[in-house]
């Protein structure tokens, strides 16, 4: 990422965190374009990575669900907004996360999971 979320943070100090573009390799491919921050956007569904630059003040505590087994970082993402945080997305594709066969995130998307998440934010 070549410090490029360290000098957005710098930039931007009402930014919680910043996140950017990304391509994936491996059993899933192809680019995943973020959107820029709207509270009201991400409650209906996660468009930000957790390959993410948090400021470490910034994070709540505990910073993710233990209870959740997936969607976490969406998890986190709103609560963060809850309470004022925002984040701030670099419009490039920084970085390239490979996936391999058989890993959680191959598996696709899980409703009951996605519900969950919803239902803990009061979204449904």
Known sequence: MNGRMEV???????????????????????????KPWDFN??????YIS????V?????PDPCFDPELERY?????????GKVGRQG??????????HYQAGDLSSKGESQ??????KQKHGLV
């Open 55 to 59: 400021r470490r003040d910034h994070l």
């Open 88 to 97: 701030r997305l670099i419009d490039e594709t920084l970085f390239t996360a």
């Open 8 to 34: 957005e943070l710098a930039d931007h100090p009402e930014a919680s965190f910043t996140y950017c573009h990304y391509d994936r390799t491996g059993a899933i491919s192809g680019k995943v374009l973020a």
């Open 72 to 80: 976490e970082d969406w998890d986190l993402w709103l609560r963060m």
């Open 50 to 53: 957790p390959m993410s630059l």
């Open 41 to 46: 956007t991400l409650k209906r569904g996660n």
């Open 112 to 117: 009951d999971h996605f519900f969950a998440v």
